[in-house]
Nanobody, 122 residues
Framework: QVQLVESGGGLVQAGGSLRLSCTASGRTFSSYAMGWFRQAPGKEREFVTAITRSGANTYYADSVKGRFTISRDNAKNTVYLQMNSLKPEDTAVYYC???????????????WGQGTQVTVSS
């Protein structure tokens, strides 16, 4: 069982930056690939980025490539999402998720955090 807690969301102006954190309980964090997803009002949850268990490989949605960076610190049981050059269309609830295998589809992930709101004003 893995419990995930996100933090770092908030209100930021377009062009600004935020860093989200997701801290996991338990001693097996390094056994899980981690993903970030987001869901805007009235829309389906969508893939943002993911990172392999070791952190050696990362994947990004085209909409955030070059602006967002995922990283992880296995010693701290934490995965990060650095978001730069934010746009109003990035406004959503952001969720972190964990799974034994790296997946792009949200339905594949076994464990989810509660989400953190990110609002980008124009």
């Amino acid at each position: 069982q893995v419990q995930l807690v996100e933090s770092g969301g908030g209100l930021v102006q377009a062009g600004g930056s935020l860093r989200l954190s997701c801290t996991a309980s338990g001693r097996t964090f390094s056994s899980y690939a981690m993903g970030w997803f987001r869901q805007a009002p009235g829309k389906e949850r969508e893939f943002v980025t993911a990172i392999t268990r070791s952190g050696a490989n990362t994947y990004y949605a085209d909409s955030v490539k070059g602006r967002f960076t995922i990283s992880r610190d296995n010693a701290k049981n934490t995965v990060y999402l650095q978001m730069n050059s934010l746009k109003p269309e990035d406004t959503a609830v952001y969720y972190c998720a964990a799974d034994r295998l790296l997946e792009l589809a949200p339905t594949k992930y076994d464990y989810w955090g509660q989400g953190t709101q990110v609002t980008v004003s124009s």
